[in-house]
């Protein structure tokens, strides 16, 4: 059974920064990955981090702002988000990949979390 648990959303305004965390218990995937979905929008891929070797991939829309990183130690992983927009508003998940293939496909993804809201006042 895993389990993932996310933890860091809030209001922010445009220029602001925030950082998303979430933790894993149960087994160790291969990544993990950011996912956002906004009112009304399909749910869109934003990063992902393998847990060897920490590589990082990130949406077009958030290179240079998000960084994603991770704790083994601790099974969590963080998305830093910094000059936050307003169209970066939106419920943020974390999800588990088991396997290499298409980062931003969301079905090789077999755990999510719960899902935090991130909103940006303009």
């Known amino acids: 059974q895993v389990q993932l648990v996310e933890s860091g959303g809030g209001l922010v305004e445009t220029g602001g920064s925030l950082t998303l965390s979430c933790t894993m218990s149960g087994r160790t995937t291969y990544a993990m990955g950011w996912f956002r979905q906004a009112p009304g929008k399909d749910r869109e891929f934003v990063a992902t981090i393998t847990w060897i070797g920490g590589s990082t991939d990130y949406a077009d829309s958030v290179k240079g702002r998000f960084t994603a990183s991770r704790d083994n130690a601790k099974k969590t992983v963080y998305l830093q988000m910094n000059s936050l927009k307003p169209e970066d508003t939106a419920v943020y998940y974390c999800?588990?990949?088991?396997?290499?293939?298409?980062?931003?496909?969301?079905?090789?993804?077999?755990?999510w979390g719960q899902g935090t809201q991130v909103t940006v006042s303009s």
């Open positions: 999800a588990g990949r088991v396997r290499t293939g298409k980062v931003a496909d969301s079905s090789l993804y077999s755990y």
